[in-house]
């Protein structure tokens, strides 16, 4: 089945703690992304990739890391995370700049 | 920057009813725009995909009408169910991928 896959669903930890979601696609899609959703706020992009070893930062980069090593992967990493990070987190993939997007299912993060 | 709005913020309807969301956006500079139904803490499903070349595209109950020269996008849900209980998010791409903070809509039976 072509899906979007992300590890965790949810994950709670503490505030200084390194963390990595794991974003995995079987597409072969070129492009993917990261985007966190807040109420009222709506759905962010943090970074995005258009291909191996080629990321960009996106509206809210600012505490995230990504990289791009190989195309079915994007993981997201939060080198010190704060409770501002606490949010629902999106990966999602198309197979290029005229193709729609596949989102995955979501990571809930709560930092305490 | 792109901005991508959405009227209503929230919509409730009796089931039966044909209803419209509205999608707007700044720049017309796009490649496609996307239609997407959100649950309530669930991920995306893609709706529809609109081609910038495109005027519209259809799929079962829906249709999503594009006209990029004025900014705008329609998603018409005919015949409309408790089903279809959700939020109703429109993407706009251009470099990224652009969102709109949707519209959510209660169909009530």
């Known amino acids: 089945e072509a899906q979007v896959t992300q590890n965790p669903r949810y994950l709670i930890t503490v505030t200084g703690k390194k963390l990595t979601v794991t974003c995995s696609q079987n597409?072969?899609?070129?492009?993917m992304s990261w985007y966190r959703q807040d109420p009222g706020l709506g759905l962010r992009q943090i970074y995005y990739?258009?291909?191996?070893?080629?990321?960009d930062k996106g509206d809210v980069p600012e505490g995230y890391k990504v990289s791009r090593k190989e195309k079915r992967n994007f993981p997201l990493i939060l080198e010190s995370p704060s409770p501002n990070q606490t949010s629902l987190y999106f990966c999602?993939?198309?197979?290029?700049?005229?193709?729609?997007?596949?989102f995955g299912s979501g990571t809930r993060l709560t930092v305490v | 920057k792109q901005e991508v709005t959405q009227i209503p913020a929230a919509l409730s309807v009796p089931e039966g009813e044909n209803l419209v969301l509205n999608c707007s956006f700044t720049?017309?500079?796009?490649?496609?725009l996307q239609w997407f139904r959100q649950d309530p803490g669930k991920g995306l499903t893609s709706l529809l995909l609109?081609?910038?070349?495109?005027r519209e595209q259809t799929s079962g109950r829906l249709n999503a009408s594009l006209d990029k020269s004025s900014g705008r996008s329609t998603l018409y849900i005919a015949a409309s169910q408790p089903g279809d209980s959700a939020t109703y998010l429109c993407?706009?791409?251009?470099?990224?991928?652009?969102f709109g903070k949707g519209t959510m809509l209660l169909v009530s039976p």
């Open positions: 720049d017309s500079a796009i490649y496609n």
């Open positions: 990739s258009m291909n191996v070893e080629v990321t």
């Open positions: 597409m072969n899609h070129e492009y």
């Open positions: 999602a993939s198309a197979r290029g700049a005229f193709y729609g997007y596949t």
């Open positions: 993407a706009v791409k251009n470099s990224t991928l652009t």
């Open positions: 609109i081609q910038s070349s495109q």
